[in-house]
Nanobody, 124 residues
């Protein structure tokens, strides 16, 4: 499975961006997909995850109510709609996919495939 993240860019605080994660290869093996991010000088952290077969989405407290993970009609790609962006949302955003288990977890080690990351910069 290969993951390709895109859609990053520069936006003012309060603005919106939509990230996309396109999967290719043996995508039928994917059971959950997540977004993580790494801010400058910080560890990579969980943002959001979803398992559509289980009907579960989960979000970090820092983005709850502002970010939405979704996909159209059970198809590729998966999106991360980011609204009301803040300067502290500035980071490289990564998508990740899991091939086993059902629950979309927040633990990096649960994910088997990773995309290359897309930069999001929010100016104040």
């Amino acid at each position: 499975v290969q993951l390709q993240a895109s859609g990053g860019g520069l936006v003012q605080a309060g603005g919106s961006l939509r990230l996309s994660c396109a999967a290719s290869g043996t995508t039928g093996s994917i059971v959950a997909l997540a977004w993580f991010r790494r801010a400058p000088g910080k560890e990579r952290e969980f943002v959001a995850a979803a398992s559509w077969s289980a009907g579960i989405t989960t979000y970090a407290d820092s983005v709850k109510g502002r970010f939405i993970i979704s996909r159209d009609n059970n198809e590729n790609p998966v999106y991360l709609q980011m609204n009301s962006l803040k300067p502290e949302d500035t980071a490289v955003y990564f998508c990740a996919a899991r091939r086993s288990g059902v629950v979309p977890t927040s633990r990096e080690n649960d994910y088997h495939y990773w995309g290359q990351g897309t930069q999001v910069t929010v100016s104040s």
